[in-house]
């Protein structure tokens, strides 16, 4: 089984919808990643957390830890075309911050 | 600035032959990390250097792979002999001393 579960799977959403992808994990996290993937190119990065609570904004796109920094999600308001592609979330678990574990992605159409 | 390069971005190959993927950093980042990705396992970290010299390949499949860092600015990964299995999507990515991870565009392997 995945060590950082990743939901949904995919999912594909009307332009303009608010949408919330989940990345879970049965152990701390001491520092989670979100990136975003296009088909056919390598990884974007989009925001990094490390504090339980902390929570980060870019354009219309929001990442939070929670408090046992065990879950992350990542919210996307008013979803446009340009947002579609796959996010995945990357997390260092043992805190040397150099292996980092992976989710499987979670795969974003959205339809204008 | 440039950011990761990889080459080649497309692979064809016939099993049995040597396949040798190439990567180049950013430049001043002292860590590089190869990276394997497929739809059923994801991303999986095979091996990565710090300041050249290999930290930690346990992530390497079998004997068949090798990686090198010969110098702060290239680095390779070698298949040999290249079987069915190895297809997948290979990415490099370099950090300066184990922060964010920015990855390369990939090089896309088949192997017939």
């Known amino acids: 089984s995945q060590e950082l579960e990743q939901s949904p799977q995919s999912l594909i959403v009307q332009e303009g919808k608010n949408l919330t992808i989940n990345c879970t994990s049965s152990?701390?996290?001491?520092?989670l990643y979100w990136y975003k993937q296009k088909y056919g190119e390598g990884l974007i990065f989009l925001m990094m957390?490390?504090?339980g609570g902390e929570e980060k904004s870019h354009e219309k796109i929001t990442a939070k830890l929670d408090e046992k920094k065990q879950q992350s999600s990542l919210h996307i308001t008013a979803s446009q075309p340009s947002h579609a592609g796959i996010y995945l979330c990357g997390a260092d678990i043992d805190g040397n911050n150099r292996k980092l574990i992976w989710g499987l992605g979670t795969s974003l159409g959205v339809n204008p | 600035d440039a950011g990761v390069i990889q080459s080649p971005r497309h692979e064809v190959t016939e099993m049995g032959q040597e396949v040798t993927l190439r990567c180049k950093p950013i430049s001043g980042h002292d860590y590089l990390f190869w990276y394997r990705q497929t739809m059923m396992r994801g991303l999986e970290l095979l091996i990565y250097f710090n300041n050249n010299v290999p930290i930690d390949d346990s992530g390497m499949p079998e004997d068949r792979f090798s990686a090198k860092m010969p110098n702060a600015s290239f680095s390779t990964l070698k298949i040999q002999p290249s079987e069915p299995r190895d297809s997948a999507v290979y990415f490099c990515?370099?950090?300066?001393?184990?922060?964010?991870?920015?990855f390369g565009p990939g090089t896309r392997l088949l192997v017939l």
């Open positions: 990515a370099s950090t300066l001393r184990g922060g964010t991870q920015y």
């Open positions: 957390l490390q504090k």
């Open positions: 152990k701390t996290l001491y520092g």
